[in-house]
Structures are given as structure tokens and as C-alpha cells.
């Protein structure tokens, strides 16, 4: 990797932003045009470098767009007649983060469990009764404000879930709006479906489209039964725990 492409991909990585390196293992021709150990660098809308082989660039640029959003590294062969090159897609994803819109009881063990699972977590509310350090001194951050004025300045990329917990749709549609025009990995909204179909008019009324909309899980979360916090807190991280791994087996 040339200097250039590897203070970029530093860059990146420590910007939390998804990248993957493709690099060029084994293939026929090497020598000055191409080269064993060429690299590229892909993100979900551009690259940069090559692996000095137009049409070799092209296929590798197809299979790491779905390595990318499946954020799983793998190892290709292409063939072209007799040819064969072997190339070698690494995917690096940002930290994964949970974001919870609602300081709500459900909230508290949610942190919990999310944070045992190795997310990042962040609590938004703009209700200080709710927002309280003492309730949420586990959380790693405690935004309080309006979540359509605090969601816009996080990152919320692909290794991101958002969840909205407060039945307040002052609070609760503003954030979907957010994250439905963000490429956050999971969203997911409490309610019952009644209040998700009053939910959608309203996300409709403000230009969301229904494949956008087709990206909530709502009623939110597993159906295991459970009422008490601590169980409706389960059967979500169990649902994000399942729709993340799904994602990671398509391809």
C-alpha cells in the first residue's frame, strides 16, 4: 500500500468511517502493470488506487460493495477465460453504537445489555426528569435535548442502531426522520401497531418514503412474551442481535 492510500485508510478508520482495503493476492501478469500486493481502497460510494486492471477493478468494486454492507471481510478468485486473479477484501467497520431516544425505564437495562454486547451506547431525552446521571451513569454518553436537533450531530453511520422508546411523537418521529435518512444499521420504535400506523402517516406527511419506512421494526423488538422493563429491553437487543447477524450471512 502506498503511503498515500495508507494515511487515508488511517484516516478513516480513526474518523469511524466503514472502508475496506482490496488487495491483490495472486494473479496472472504480474509484473509492472500489476502487481502482487496492490491495494484499493473502497467506501460504500467511491475508491481510490487500483489493482492495475480495469476490468479486474470493476468486478472486485461489485463484490466489496456487498462485503461492505455485509461489513464481512472475504477472499474472492475472478476468472476471465483462463485467468484467475485471488484477491483478499478487508472490511473495517466503526465501533458498533447503540443510540436510545427516551430515557425511559426501558432504557436502563437496555444500556446494560447493549454495553455487554460491546456497543457504545448513547441516551438521548430532552425531559431532565427523566435524564438524570444517577439513571444513566452507565451510559457512555447523556445527550439532553431535542433528539431532531442532537441525532444530526452524531455520527450515525452503518455499524449504528437507533432505537425510540418515549411514545412522544414530538420526540420519537424527529429522530426517525434523522436516522431514516442516515445509513444506521438497525431502527427500531416502542409502540404498539396502532400507534406505528399513526406514526407512519405522520413520517409520510414529512416525505419519508415506504421503502424508508420499510426500515423500522415496529412493534419493536422479539415477541417473547415479556411486559416488565428488563424483558421488553431483552427481546429488542435480541432483535438487533438477530438483524445484525442476518445482514452479516446475506451473500
Known amino acids: 500500500m502506498t503511503p498515500t492510500l495508507h494515511a487515508l485508510l488511517m484516516a478513516e478508520i480513526q474518523a469511524e468511517r466503514l472502508v475496506a482495503t482490496a488487495t491483490l493476492l495472486a494473479g496472472p501478469g504480474i509484473g509492472a502493470k500489476v502487481r502482487s500486493g496492490a491495494k484499493m481502497l473502497v ?6 488506487g487500483s489493482l492495475g486492471n480495469r476490468e479486474l477493478d ?11 454492507t455485509n461489513q464481512q471481510s472475504e477472499r474472492f478468485v475472478f476468472r476471465q477465460g483462463e485467468s484467475e486473479w485471488d484477491v483478499f477484501v478487508d472490511v473495517f467497520p466503526p465501533p458498533p453504537q447503540l443510540v436510545i431516544v427516551g430515557a425511559v425505564h426501558i432504557a436502563i437495562p437496555l444500556v446494560t445489555f ?5 456497543f457504545r451506547t448513547i441516551v438521548v431525552d430532552a425531559r431532565r426528569a427523566f435524564a438524570t446521571t444517577e439513571r444513566f451513569a452507565h451510559a457512555d454518553q447523556l445527550l439532553i435535548g431535542w433528539p431532531g436537533d442532537i441525532l444530526p450531530t452524531l455520527n450515525l453511520n452503518e455499524s449504528t442502531c437507533l432505537v425510540t422508546l418515549t411514545h412522544d411523537e414530538k420526540l420519537d418521529n424527529p429522530a426517525l426522520l434523522v436516522a431514516l435518512n442516515s445509513p444506521v444499521r438497525y431502527i427500531g420504535a416502542l409502540g404498539s401497531r396502532r400507534t406505528h400506523t399513526a406514526r407512519v402517516a405522520a413520517l ?4 419519508a418514503t415506504d421503502a424508508q419506512i420499510a426500515r423500522i421494526h415496529a412493534p419493536i423488538g422479539l415477541d417473547l412474551g415479556g411486559r416488565r422493563p428488563e424483558e421488553i ?3 429488542i437487543i435480541a432483535q438487533i442481535v438477530q438483524v445484525t447477524n442476518e445482514k452479516l450471512m446475506v451473500g
Not at 470493476?58 to 461492505?68: D, H, K, N, P
Request: zero cysteines; proline letters at 3%; charged letters at 20%.
Open 114 to 118: 447493549a454495553k455487554a454486547l460491546g
Open 233 to 235: 429491553a431483552v427481546a
Open 58 to 68: 470493476g468486478e472486485v468494486l461489485r463484490v466489496a460493495a456487498g462485503a461492505l
Open 43 to 48: 467506501w460504500p460510494e467511491r475508491h481510490a
Open 204 to 207: 409520510q406527511a414529512e416525505g
